[in-house]
């Protein structure tokens, strides 16, 4: 009988990771999905397919802020109850949101992923790996690469899993002899949860505040292209 393909998947917070470690673990096809969904430990792991969900930055922050608003243990959170925040005025959750330097959160950052990814790769491959962007198009590369620690080759999807339709999901993970069959679905979405109203009007009026994205799209430029400069 076939081995079955060892999958791994490996993404910072609100990239869709959980969702896409739901999707493999109900494919049908002859794969394993190794536990650990924010895996660190690659290797001391023997692995045949790493997938790396991703998106950019300024969005990751923004999902982030809301998921984790009413939680103390975050400093950025808002730290009041569930009826304090829907009805506080949005002005004053951005006020909150814009006080904090976002890109000093590694776990929200997809770059932490990557370098785990270059981490366990040979050297010479290093240069390959920086050269990895992926467009408004596709939104997903695949390519072959040798752990350094097993001497095995494996294969690597880095994704824009949010970004994506079903059906293109389907197709790129056929690229790699993966049936993916259940609903295509995002199993932690913002928009669907207890402050969905106030996260969209969130959303809507903090395109008033130019300067936040001017400050954390440049964090994108190394793994997107064609991000527009304001």
């Known amino acids: 009988m076939t081995q079955p393909k060892k999958v791994i998947v490996m993404g910072s917070f609100k990239t869709g990771t959980s969702s896409l470690f739901s999707l493999l673990k109900n494919s049908n096809s002859n794969i394993k999905v190794l536990s650990g969904k924010?895996?660190?430990?690659?290797?001391?792991?023997?692995?045949?397919?790493l997938v790396i969900p991703v998106r950019k930055h300024y969005e990751i922050f923004m999902s982030a802020y809301f998921q984790d608003i009413t939680k103390l243990s975050y400093e950025y959170g808002y730290h009041?109850?569930?009826?304090?925040?829907?009805?506080?005025?949005?002005e004053n959750l951005i006020s909150h949101f814009l006080k904090f330097?976002?890109?000093?959160?590694?776990?929200?950052?997809?770059?932490?992923?990557?370098?785990?990814?270059?981490l366990i790769t040979k050297k010479e491959e290093h240069e390959r790996i920086n050269k990895i962007k992926l467009n408004n198009n596709e939104m997903f590369y695949i390519g072959e690469f040798s752990n350094k620690f097993t001497n095995k080759k494996f294969k690597?999807?880095?994704?824009?899993?949010?970004?994506?339709s079903f059906q293109k999901i389907q197709n790129i993970f056929k690229q790699l002899d993966i049936s993916i069959t259940k609903?295509?679905?995002?199993?932690?979405?913002?928009?669907?949860k207890w402050y969905s109203k106030k996260y969209i009007e969130f959303?809507?009026?903090?395109?008033?505040?130019?300067e936040y994205f001017k400050k954390y799209k440049e964090l994108d430029h190394g793994l997107f292209e064609n991000i527009v400069k304001e």
């Open 156 to 164: 690597v999807l880095i994704i824009g899993y949010c970004y994506l």
């Open 101 to 118: 330097d976002w890109k000093k959160y590694d776990h929200l950052s997809p770059y932490t992923s990557i370098n785990f990814f270059r």
């Open 38 to 49: 924010h895996n660190r430990r690659l290797k001391k792991i023997d692995f045949d397919l």
């Open 203 to 210: 959303k809507e009026n903090l395109k008033d505040y130019k």
């Open 183 to 192: 609903n295509f679905h995002h199993s932690n979405d913002g928009n669907k």
């Open 80 to 90: 009041e109850s569930k009826d304090v925040i829907l009805n506080e005025k949005c």
